[in-house]
């Protein structure tokens, strides 16, 4: 079992950044985000979810989205089992809840076969 946690979504203006964050832990002993891949999504009001960036397993490749590529920098913070996702330039169609979700192969890389997703967290971009 994983749980993960995302937060730091909130209202921005246009133009502005945020900086979402997403701690995961384990029931297993020594669960380590490292080893898995870790994708990050959002869902806007009447749209289907979009992924927006994926990251694989052991420093492995990090793929974005054309929508967010340039704007959105995902990052790792393995010793405290957190991903964060660096929203800038925000654009008002950025308006969604965000999910970060896993999938917990060891040593998975992207896409991903996601069995576990944390709550969202929503971001609201202001014109």
């Known amino acids: 079992q994983v749980q993960l946690v995302e937060s730091g979504g909130g209202l921005v203006q246009s133009g502005g950044p945020l900086r979402l964050s997403c701690i995961a832990s384990?029931?297993?002993?020594?669960?380590?985000?490292?080893?898995?891949?870790i994708g990050w999504f959002r869902q806007a009001p009447g749209k289907e979810r979009e992924g927006i960036t994926c990251?694989?397993?052991?420093?492995?490749?990090?793929n974005y989205a054309d929508s967010v590529k340039g704007r959105f920098r995902l990052s790792r913070d393995n010793p405290k089992n957190t991903v964060y996702l660096q929203l800038n330039n925000l654009k008002p169609e950025d308006t969604a809840v965000y999910y970060c979700?896993?999938?917990?192969?060891?040593?998975?890389?992207?896409?991903?076969?996601?069995?576990?997703w944390g709550q969202g967290t929503q971001v609201t971009v202001s014109s």
């Open positions: 979700a896993i999938d917990p192969k060891y040593g998975s890389s992207c896409p991903g076969e996601y069995n576990y």
């Open positions: 384990g029931t297993a002993s020594g669960f380590t985000l490292d080893y898995y891949a």
């Open positions: 990251t694989s397993s052991f420093g492995g490749s990090t």
